[in-house]
C-alpha cells in the first residue's frame, strides 16, 4: 500500500482538531453505528478541558489504494516544539485558516518552519459559513504571508502554486468554490492521495536510521519511541545500535515489537520499510532527538534543533504551614524525577539543579506551558510552590544586556482599542500596525519585552470584555527595555494562622478584592486578596464577632460577600509578584509571601 505523512496545522482556535473527526469519520474509518466524541485527538484530560491540543498526536487511514498517516499539531505558540518536531516526520502540510480571523502569529510561525523544510503547502479556509467570513481578504493575506516567509528564508525554488480550498470542518465539506455550503471532504482525501503530496517511500535499502521524535508510555511496554524511518529496513526482535543523548559512543539494544498507526490505535507489524512512522519499545532511557541506527553500519542523524526557551521559573518543595495535608509527594528526589520525565517528553522544555537543594528552574516557552506542567504535576498528587515566570536574558558581546521580544497581535472590538494601547504603553510596548476588520473590529500589532505579557492576559480578557483575541510569536533578542512594575497594587496577607469567618470578611471588604471564602484555612503570610493602593496591607481575617446580650430586630448586619476570581494556575502565575510564591496541591491553588512573618518584611513594593 502506498504511503503518506501529512500535517495539519494552524493557528489556535482555527479547527484543526475537528476538522481531523470529519477526515477520519468520511475516511469510513468508523463503523455506521459507532459512538464517535467530538475531538476525538484530543484524548488528554487537560486537552478535554481546556478544548485546545496540548501534544501533536498521530492517527492513520485509507483511501482508495492510499494509506495516510496524519498528525494533528497544537496551535498554541507555547506548544511551538510540538509542532517543530513533528514537521520531522511529514512530507506535506495542510494549513488551515479561519474565514474570519485570517492568518495569525501561529499561522506564520509554522508556515516558516514548513517552508524552512521545503515541504509541500496546502490551504483550507475554514469557517467558511461564518456570518463575518472575508475569503477573498483572507486568501490575499495568505498569498503575501508565503511570499513574504519564501522571500525572509531565501528559498529560491519553493513552489508558490498552492491549492486552496474552502469550507467547514465542522459540517464536514471543503470544495474549489467559495460559494458552497454543502458536499463532503473528498476533494481534500483526494487531494491528500493526488500528485500533489510526494510519497513517503525513502530509501529501504540504505543502513538502517530512524530519528526519536516523541514519545509516550505503555504500562505493558515501557517507554515506546515513535519517529519516521528515515533509510532502511526495520525488522522485530533484532538487534540495533541506540545513539542516545550525551552519547560519545552508540550502545546495542533490542528492539521487540514493531507498531505501526492504525486508525486511532496501532497495529504490530513483523517489519516496517523507510518513510513509515513506528512505534518501537525497547529502550527505556530514551530522550527525543535519540537515533536508532544499523548494527554493522550505525550512523547517527543530526538532533533535532529547536527555538530556545524564553521564560524559566523557580519550583520548589513546600514549606508552607499547611505542606502535607492534601497531596502525598513533598520530597525533592520525587519533583526531580517528575520533572526529568516531563523533559523527555517535551523537548522545549529544560530544567536545572540550584544551590537550594529543594528549589529547580524549569525553562520553558511561555506561562501557558508552564501551567501545564504543573497541572499535569498537581494532579498526579504533589504539593509544590512556584515563584513568577522570568524570562531569561542573554549578554550583548559588548556586556550590555539583551531580553527576548514577541510580536503581539491583538483582535478586539473597536471601544476596546484605547484601554489596550493604553496598556500597551505602560509594558514598553511599540505599536507596529493598526487595521480595521470589519466594521465592529480592529487589528493591533505591537512589539512588546516578553515580560511585559506576563500576567496580562487576565486584563485582557477584563478590558476587552471577553471578546478580545490575542496571539504572539517570539521575535527575537533586543536590548532590555528598562524596570517594569510587575502589577500596580499590593497584596492583602493574612496576619495569623486560622479559619476565615464571613464577619472578618466582610469587615476588611474596603481594603480591596478578596481571593478567600468564609471557612478556608490560612496562615501567617498567605495572601487573601488584592490591596486597593499600591504597598501591602497586612489583614485579620479569622476575627469572628463576639456574642452580646442585646438581642433586637435591626441588630444583626446581612453578610453579603462578593464574588471572589477562580483560583487557577494560570490566573496564580499571571497575579503573583516577585516576592511572592504560587502554593499548589491536589485540592488547592494559593498565593504566599516567600517571607511569612510580618515582622520580617516590608510592605512597601
Not at 472590538?413 to 484605547?418: C, K, R
Request: negative net charge.
Amino acid at each position: 500500500m502506498k504511503l503518506k505523512n501529512i500535517a495539519i496545522v494552524a493557528h489556535v482556535d482555527h479547527g484543526k482538531t475537528t476538522l481531523v473527526d470529519e477526515l477520519l469519520k468520511q475516511s469510513g474509518l468508523f463503523a455506521a453505528h459507532e459512538q464517535v466524541s467530538e475531538r476525538v485527538m484530543d484524548s488528554g484530560e487537560l486537552e478535554k478541558e481546556r478544548g485546545i491540543t496540548i501534544t501533536a498526536k498521530n492517527c492513520a487511514f485509507n483511501w482508495k489504494d492510499y494509506k495516510i498517516n496524519l498528525l494533528d499539531t497544537p496551535g498554541h505558540a507555547d506548544f511551538g516544539g510540538e509542532v517543530e518536531r513533528s514537521l520531522m516526520m511529514v512530507d506535506g502540510v495542510l494549513l488551515l485558516v479561519d474565514a474570519a480571523e485570517g492568518p495569525l502569529p501561529q499561522t506564520r510561525f509554522v508556515l516558516q518552519k514548513a517552508i524552512e523544510r521545503g515541504i509541500k503547502i496546502g490551504v483550507m479556509i475554514n469557517k467558511i459559513d461564518r456570518h463575518d467570513q472575508r475569503h477573498e481578504e483572507v486568501k490575499g493575506e495568505v498569498e503575501d504571508l508565503i511570499l513574504e516567509l519564501v522571500d525572509l528564508v531565501g528559498l529560491e525554488d519553493f513552489d508558490l502554486d498552492i491549492p486552496v480550498f474552502y469550507g467547514s470542518g465542522r459540517d464536514g465539506y471543503a470544495s474549489n468554490d467559495p460559494d458552497k455550503r454543502d458536499g463532503d471532504l473528498t476533494p481534500v482525501l483526494d487531494f491528500f492521495v493526488g500528485d500533489f503530496y510526494p510519497l513517503a517511500q525513502l530509501d529501504k535499502t540504505k543502513p538502517l536510521q530512524m530519528l526519536v521524535t516523541n514519545l509516550s508510555y505503555s504500562k505493558y511496554l515501557g517507554t515506546l519511541m515513535i519517529g519516521r524511518i528515515h533509510a532502511g529496513t526495520m525488522l522485530e526482535n533484532t538487534s540495533f545500535m541506540w545513539y542516545g543523548r550525551d552519547m560519545e559512543k552508540p550502545k546495542q539494544v533490542k528492539i521487540g515489537k514493531i507498531q505501526i498507526f492504525d486508525g486511532l490505535g496501532f497495529k504490530e507489524v513483523p517489519s516496517a520499510e523507510a518513510g513509515e512512522i513506528v512505534i518501537l519499545s525497547g529502550v527505556n532511557d530514551a530522550f527525543i532527538g535519540d537515533t536508532i541506527a544499523d548494527l554493522a553500519n550505525p550512523e547517527a542523524l543530526p538532533r533535532i534543533e529547536i527555538d530556545p526557551p524564553t521564560v524559566s521559573v523557580q519550583v520548589s518543595v513546600s514549606t508552607s504551614p499547611l505542606s502535607g495535608q492534601e497531596g502525598e509527594y513533598l520530597t525533592s528526589r520525587k519533583l526531580e524525577e517528575f520533572l526529568q520525565d516531563a523533559i523527555r517528553k517535551n523537548v522545549s522544555l529544560q530544567y536545572e539543579a540550584t544551590d537550594d537543594p529543594k528549589v529547580f528552574v524549569l525553562k520553558a516557552r511561555g506561562e501557558l506551558q508552564v501551567a501545564i506542567v504543573f497541572e499535569e504535576i498537581r494532579r498526579a498528587g504533589f504539593e509544590l510552590m512556584i515563584s513568577r515566570p522570568q524570562v531569561l536574558y542573554k549578554e550583548n558581546e559588548d556586556g550590555s544586556k539583551l531580553e527576548p521580544y514577541e510580536n503581539v497581535v491583538f483582535d478586539v472590538p473597536n471601544e476596546s482599542t484605547g484601554a489596550v494601547t493604553e496598556a500597551m504603553g505602560t509594558r514598553k510596548g511599540i505599536m507596529a500596525a493598526m487595521n480595521p476588520i470589519g466594521d465592529t473590529r480592529t487589528r493591533i500589532e505591537f512589539k512588546v519585552p516578553a515580560r511585559g505579557l506576563i500576567g496580562y492576559r487576565s486584563k485582557f480578557l477584563t478590558d476587552t470584555r471577553g471578546e478580545g483575541l490575542m496571539s504572539s510569536y517570539f521575535a527575537g533578542y533586543e536590548p532590555f527595555a528598562g524596570k517594569m512594575l510587575a502589577r500596580q497594587n499590593g497584596a492583602l496577607i493574612a496576619d495569623k494562622p486560622g479559619v476565615t469567618t464571613g464577619y472578618a470578611l466582610f469587615k476588611t471588604l474596603s481594603s480591596g478584592q478578596q481571593f478567600v471564602l468564609p471557612g478556608e484555612k490560612v496562615y501567617e503570610g498567605m495572601v487573601v486578596g488584592e490591596h486597593t493602593r499600591p504597598n501591602d496591607l497586612n489583614i485579620n481575617v479569622i476575627r469572628a464577632k463576639h456574642l452580646t446580650s442585646v438581642r433586637t430586630a435591626g441588630k444583626d448586619e446581612n453578610i453579603i460577600l462578593p464574588p471572589i476570581p477562580k483560583r487557577t494556575l494560570e490566573w496564580a502565575l499571571d497575579w503573583i509578584d516577585d516576592d511572592e510564591w504560587v502554593e499548589v496541591t491536589p485540592e488547592n491553588v494559593r498565593i504566599r509571601k516567600k517571607v511569612l512573618k510580618a515582622n520580617e518584611r516590608s510592605v512597601k513594593r
